[in-house]
């Protein structure tokens, strides 16, 4: 406050006044100020070079003007604001964080798990950077001591005041609930430990967030994704296990602990109570009910997106309307951050896509047929110039159009008793949509010339062995598909997309202008974050964790 006093001095009206404060009430610094309505939270994760996100807190009488202004000042830092419209203690991430960092200790404390099975779930089985006790010595044990002193969400465990008075404070001092004196421990796979006991309480703080009008379920896992670097927001966890479960287990632990965090909020009974309990309800904090696509459908589970031409009927064939919905997935799929992979199949066992559905269309005028060819070049593009990696699950024919859709895809699995060929010749057509610019270039001008102009229909074995395809048995087919989905989801993103353009596009220039455009694409490559994460985790003998950044 003294700060703010002197600097109020010499500043002029306009100027907005910021803290990057984690524990300060941004409404009791603003009142001190003579600006209240220009005083704002800039909460910044460290190391702040690194991490995406910046909780941008409004105080009561911060004005929605000043928050405005910070929102596109964080943005055109090139960080993630995430709105905090209430200033509650913690704000989004440590009010969440810090209760499911204390009560892991309090577990361990209690002898209901060592601390290597408490990290160990949510290591090996959730897939978090760590779990909470070393996350806890990462952070720093006089950190969470003070914290959670002052905000009293949870009560201090002994065993962790007994830390802060040993000045065994994790990480930093070498010593706190491990010895980090050679590194970062090694925690082995264990099971036995109840991971509802930390997440069902994560889950009650974001219902409480929600209730509170703090901020809604997307911002609120969007600033825990970014903030801790969960791979999973905490609202979606509590979709997938189930909200009914997680209420079970919060009324279950607040009969044993009586804590007022943990008892059930009103949001999580009512949704509960009206049988919106998650994904597998098809709503809960989210809305999982059906697509509005009617000619396509997307899933998307563990950074892979899958899309599925849905028109069996018509052998998966392509009308205009199904491309427009094949375009509007891809611009939304290519823009969203928890999608890193991209595979195009077909539904049903007996078709990929057959081609352009012929039936959909009555008017073969030159016009007409000018756009039909224009529309599906435009799609195709913008598949080749997708920024993730796409796979062609070839699981049954792939005719004319559909073997085209394929060829524009980065990859291409052929399912044994599949077909593929360029057909078009056959009814005196050519191929419209790229197949005469794509096929020479994956199997030579020879062999184009010969599929082409004698209408061939290749089975997988036959692609598999001039390169067009990977030919897989069909028991081993969805296996494979994924397995090469889940490898690329693993890969750094930025390094894929640069790589993929540099080879897609570099082909089509002379040799001394390819490898110029090589040259600038790593460049890009080497002015990322995964670099450094890369490198070490090759040093660390440790598997990388890259975050397209």
């Known amino acids: 406050k003294g700060l703010f006093a002197e600097v109020q001095k010499y500043a002029k009206k306009e100027c907005i006044f910021a803290s990057n404060t984690s524990g300060l009430s941004i409404t009791e610094l603003g009142n001190s100020t003579d600006r209240p309505e220009k005083f704002v939270g800039l909460h910044f994760f460290n190391p702040p070079v690194v991490m995406q996100l910046v909780e941008v807190v409004k105080g009561e009488k911060t004005s929605d003007e000043t928050v405005n202004k910070c929102v596109e000042f964080v943005k055109s830092i090139g960080k993630t604001p995430v709105v905090v419209r209430k200033d509650v203690a913690g704000f989004i991430v440590n009010r969440i964080l810090v209760p499911y960092l204390t009560l892991a200790i309090e577990d361990m404390e209690k002898g209901v798990a060592k601390k290597e099975e408490i990290d160990s779930v949510f290591l090996y089985k959730y897939n978090f950077p760590m779990g909470p006790v070393e996350l806890a010595d990462f952070v720093g044990l006089d950190v969470l001591n003070f914290i959670g002193s002052q905000w009293g969400l949870v009560p201090t465990p002994k065993i962790l005041k007994e830390k802060f008075e040993k000045k065994e404070l994790g990480a930093k001092t070498g ?78 632990l607040y009969k044993e602990k009586g804590y007022e965090i943990l ?66 997935a891809l611009k939304e799929l290519e823009v969203d951050p928890e999608v890193r992979v991209l595979v195009i199949t077909g539904s049903g066992d007996k078709a990929f896509s057959a081609g352009f559905d012929l039936q959909s269309n009555a008017d073969f005028t030159r016009p007409r047929m000018l756009w039909i060819t224009h529309k599906g070049n435009e799609v195709f593009s913008q598949i080749e110039k997708f920024p993730k990696p796409v796979i062609a699950a070839i699981n049954g024919y792939a005719f004319g159009g559909g073997c085209e859709l394929a060829l524009a895809c980065d990859f291409r699995i052929m399912k044994r008793g599949a077909k593929i060929g ?62 090469l989905a889940k490898q690329l989801s693993e890969m750094p993103p930025v390094s894929l997309r640069v790589v993929k353009y540099a080879i897609n596009f570099g082909s089509d220039l002379p040799t001394e202008i390819g490898k110029f455009l090589e040259e600038l694409a790593f460049g890009v490559a080497t002015s990322t974050q995964d670099i450094v994460e890369g490198i070490t985790a090759f040093f660390e003998k440790r598997k990388p964790d890259f975050k397209g950044i």
């Open 175 to 252: 010593k706190g609930f491990y010895d980090w004196s050679a590194g970062r421990p090694k925690i082995p796979k264990l099971e036995g430990y109840d991971e509802l006991r930390l997440i069902a309480p994560m889950v009650n703080i974001a219902a409480e967030l929600i209730e509170l009008g703090v901020a809604e379920a997307k911002e609120i896992d969007i600033a825990m994704k970014l903030g801790t670097n969960m791979p999973k927001g905490v609202c979606e966890l509590g979709d997938e296990i189930g909200l009914d479960k997680i209420l079970a287990k919060l009324e279950e």
């Open 263 to 328: 008892k059930p909020r009103e949001l999580l009974k009512k949704m509960v109570s009206e049988g919106t309990t998650g994904v597998k309800a098809g709503k809960g904090f989210y809305d999982y009910g059906k697509s509005s696509y009617k000619n396509i459908t997307v899933e998307k589970k563990d950074r892979i997106a899958k899309l599925t031409i849905n028109r069996p009927q018509r052998l998966n064939a392509l009308d205009m309307d199904t491309l427009e919905e094949i375009s509007s």
């Open 422 to 483: 360029l057909t078009e010749v056959a009814l005196g057509l050519i191929p419209g949509w790229g197949g005469t610019q794509r096929l020479p270039k994956i199997v030579g001008v020879a062999k184009a010339k010969e599929m082409i102009m004698l209408a061939k229909r290749l089975d997988a074995d036959e692609a598999e062995k001039i390169g067009l395809a990977k030919a897989v048995d069909v028991d081993k087919f969805e296996k494979e598909v994924m397995e």
